[in-house]
Structure formats: structure tokens, C-alpha cells
């Protein structure tokens, strides 16, 4: 199975326990950070800056925030970027906890209110985050499983992004366009012709998965 693993993507160069520390510190901040400023951007929408007012009315950033599609992204760059598969478990996972940690417990602490329903989602989302993270590590890789892999990843981000039929087809927002665009480069093939293949599949998949699960966690 290492073998099999190893011929997808192999582990980086090797860093130091204290570096592998200091990453994980800093993605549960960033998870932290965002957590806290979402929540905070929702509960005090009324109450923003003029220029975050400004800034959130023009681009609907609280309700985009409360939706997966950033999040995904997020996870995604931290995952592919990581020094390994088991580096990439390890610093997903610490990045929701912050996230999520954060968010709720502002929620119930600060805006005094805690929406179980939508908790448990995250809580399980958190859960499952690792493995998910271990899994998108390899679609950085150069095998064919490699190319699937990142189109299987794109065509989840393709439904978070946009909401289409057979007669109609929009972007939720500009920001999910934005987000769908560096997911596309984040996972972008050596080649321009393996980049449109990986696209290509892509929309193929979208179009599967929509039709198994309508609900896309937007």
C-alpha cells in the first residue's frame, strides 16, 4: 500500500519536529482567526465599519463565509501544500478545530444563541476532515489516479460554486467564482492539455454527483 501510495506523490523534504510544530500552531490560528471574524461578521453585520459595510454589502462576505465553498478551498490548499499525507491530516484538522471551535463558541457565548443543526454538521465535517485532507494531498501527484482525484475534488468545488440546470446556469457569488478559480489552479495539471482533461472530468462529475446528491453544502 506505501509503494502504491508512494508512486501518486511522494513525501516532501523532510522538516524538523519544531517547524512541523509551528505549522500546525499557525494553520489552528488562521482557524481561529477566520472563525471568530466570520461569526464575528454575521452577528455584528449592523453594527460593521463603514468600510467592511461597504465592502459586505457589495459582496454578501457574512453569507458567503457561512457557506462551505471558502472553507473547502481553504482546506485544500493547506492539504496539497503540506509536507506529507499524514502532515496534511494533522494540519487540516487543527485548522477546524480552530475554525469551527471559534465560531461556536461565539455563537453561544457572544451573540447568545448556538444552532445545534448546523453544529453538528461542522462538528462532523471536522471529524471526517482528516481523511478527506489525507486523500487531496495525493491529487498533487503525477498518476492518472492523481488527475482523477483532483477533477473528483473540482467537480465537489463545481457544485459548492454554482447552481445550474438544464435551462440555466449562475454563480452564486462573485467570491465563488473566485474561489473556483484558484481551486482550478491550485490543481492544475503539469500540462495544459492534462489541465483541460482534469476540467473537462470535472464538469462530467459535477453533472454525476448533482444527480446522486442534490444537496451541495452551499
Known amino acids: 500500500m ?24 499557525a494553520v489552528l490560528f488562521l482557524g481561529i482567526a477566520l472563525g471568530t471574524f466570520s461569526k464575528f461578521l454575521d452577528f455584528r453585520q449592523a453594527e460593521l465599519p463603514s468600510v467592511l459595510m461597504a465592502i459586505d454589502g457589495a459582496l454578501d462576505v457574512h453569507n458567503f ?4 465553498a471558502i472553507w473547502v ?15 496534511a491530516s494533522i ?7 480552530g475554525m469551527v471551535a471559534s465560531y461556536y463558541l461565539y455563537s453561544n457565548y457572544i ?13 462532523g465535517f471536522t471529524a ?48 465563488e467564482v473566485i474561489v473556483f478559480i484558484i481551486g482550478l489552479i491550485v490543481l492544475r495539471r503539469d500540462t495544459l492539455r492534462s489541465s483541460a482533461l482534469m476540467g473537462t472530468i470535472s464538469i462530467v462529475l459535477a453533472v454525476l454527483l448533482d444527480m446522486v446528491i442534490p444537496f451541495h453544502f452551499g
Open 91 to 97: 494540519n487540516v484538522l487543527a485548522f477546524f478545530i
Open 65 to 68: 463565509l457561512g457557506r462551505f
Open 111 to 123: 451573540a447568545g444563541f448556538f444552532p445545534r443543526s448546523y453544529a453538528v454538521i461542522w462538528f
Open 73 to 87: 478551498l481553504i482546506a485544500l490548499c493547506i492539504s496539497i501544500y503540506s509536507n506529507s499525507a499524514i502532515r
Open 128 to 175: 471526517v476532515s482528516p481523511l478527506l485532507s489525507f486523500a487531496c494531498w495525493y491529487a498533487r501527484g503525477k498518476s492518472k489516479l492523481a488527475l482523477i482525484l483532483s477533477a473528483l475534488i473540482l467537480a465537489v468545488l463545481f457544485n459548492m460554486c454554482f447552481v445550474y440546470g438544464c435551462w440555466y446556469f449562475n454563480a452564486k457569488s462573485v467570491l
Open 2 to 25: 506505501i509503494k502504491f501510495l508512494n508512486d501518486i506523490r511522494n513525501a516532501e523534504k523532510p522538516i524538523s519536529n519544531n517547524r512541523k510544530i509551528i505549522n500546525t500552531i
